[in-house]
Each structure stands twice: as C-alpha cells, then as structure tokens.
T-cell receptor
Framework: RKEVEQDPGPFNVPEGATVAFNCTYS??????FFWYRQDCRKEPKLLMS???SGNEDGRFTAQLNRASQYISLLIRDSKLSDSATYLC????????????FGKGTRLSVIA | DVKVTQSSRYLVKRTGEKVFLECVQD?????MFWYRQDPGLGLRLIYF???????EKGDIPEGYSVSREKKERFSLILESASTNQTSMYLC???????????FGSGTRLTVV
C-alpha cells in the first residue's frame, strides 16, 4: 500500500466553483500534515498545515480525519490562479524523519 | 523568509560526466534534502542530511552521493551521469524534519 495516495486528476472546474481533494495515508503514527502547492515547472510551496481541529485560510479549508486516515483540502470560489498541482504531505512518525509527499492532484480552473 | 538557492536552473551534461548540483540555505536549518521529480512519479527522496558531515540515504540513492561540509551547503553529486538521471532536481531545507520544507527553485538536468 502506498504511503500517501491522491487522485491525480485533473480536476477541471469553472471559476467560482467549490472543489475538494482528499488524500489518504497509511501510517497511523503520522503526526503532522501539510498541503503544498506546485505551479507548472516551479518548486512546491507550503500552502497550509493541517490541524486536528481543521483550519481555514481564506478560501482554503483543510481537515484531518485520523480515524479514517485521510486529509482534505476544500477550495471555495475557485480562481484561475488556483490552477496548480496540490501535494498532500505527511510525517512518517513523531521522530525526526523526512516528510512523505503524495504525487499530487492537478487542478485546472477554467474561465 | 528562508531562502534556498540552487546554483543552476538548467544544466546539460554528457553521459559519464561527473555532475555537481549545489544548494545553499540562509536560515541556519539543520536539515537539508535532495529530491528528484519526474512526471507520474512525484517527488522521490535521494539523500538527506540532519547535520554537518552527516548523510542518510533516501529512497533512490543509487548513482548519487552527497556532501555537507558546511551547515548551509548541501551538494548532490552524480558520479557518472546517465540518461536516466535526466530529471528535475529539488533541494529543500527545514528546521526539523517533520516541519514544512522550503524548496529551492530546482535544477532541470538533461543528460545526453
């Protein structure tokens, strides 16, 4: 079983739509969770951390479900500039070990 | 903000050449990482380092080595470049390994 799994997409949505991505992880000991955004031919950049209680940053909402071992990212009122690949990232354990990156979900917002 | 700088944006090398990819970070981070990214395969960890002169193998270390002589600099070495090492190489650093990483802008390496 892959450590972090994401639907690769692409998700093609019109401007103004709400879109949600899920990501499942296999290691129940994972402690920290992140969403990264990667634009075409650019480096990944941290979008937001994911907290147990869920958190919101403007149009973006991240949630964690430890029982089912998945995290989600909801984008409201999609903008053309939201078009990118969204990477789900988890820690392996609570120790000092590298993060594990999903392969990403590609989003295209269409005018 | 942390800045991670990779020395070259694009690089073309010949098969068999020894290739050095340099990465420098300016925020005194303990941890540094080298990834390669290929279409459909995502980010794959090559090597990482959690201290000066320390190194650990990642998921795909074969054909690569690294050097960390100073805290701010982490070099990736392709001992004898091969065409299957054509890829985007990304360096990252972090304060702790389970903190968010800051990436450099990447080096797109083509081996011909």
């Amino acid at each position: 079983r892959k450590e972090v799994e994401q639907d690769p997409g692409p998700f093609n949505v019109p401007e103004g739509a709400t879109v949600a991505f899920n990501c499942t992880y296999s290691n129940s000991a994972s402690q920290s969770f992140f969403w990264y955004r990667q634009d075409c031919r650019k480096e990944p950049k941290l979008l937001m951390s994911v907290y147990s209680s869920g958190n919101e940053d403007g149009r973006f909402t991240a949630q964690l479900n430890r029982a089912s071992q998945y995290i989600s990212l909801l984008i409201r009122d999609s903008k053309l500039s939201d078009s990118a690949t969204y990477l789900c990232v988890v820690t392996q354990t609570s120790g000092n070990t590298p993060l594990v990156f999903g392969k990403g979900t590609r989003l295209s917002v269409i005018a | 903000d942390v800045k991670v700088t990779q020395s070259s944006r694009y690089l073309v090398k010949r098969t068999g050449e020894k290739v050095f990819l340099e990465c420098v970070q300016d925020m005194d981070h303990e941890n540094m990482f080298w990834y390669r990214q290929d279409p459909g395969l995502g980010l794959r960890l090559i090597y990482f380092s959690y201290d000066v002169k320390m190194k650990e193998k990642g998921d795909i270390p074969e054909g690569y080595s690294v050097s960390r002589e100073k805290k701010e600099r982490f070099s990736l070495i392709l001992e004898s470049a091969s065409t299957n090492q054509t890829s985007m190489y990304l360096c990252a650093s972090s304060l702790l390994q389970n903190f968010g990483y800051t990436f450099g802008s990447g080096t797109r390496l083509t081996v011909v």
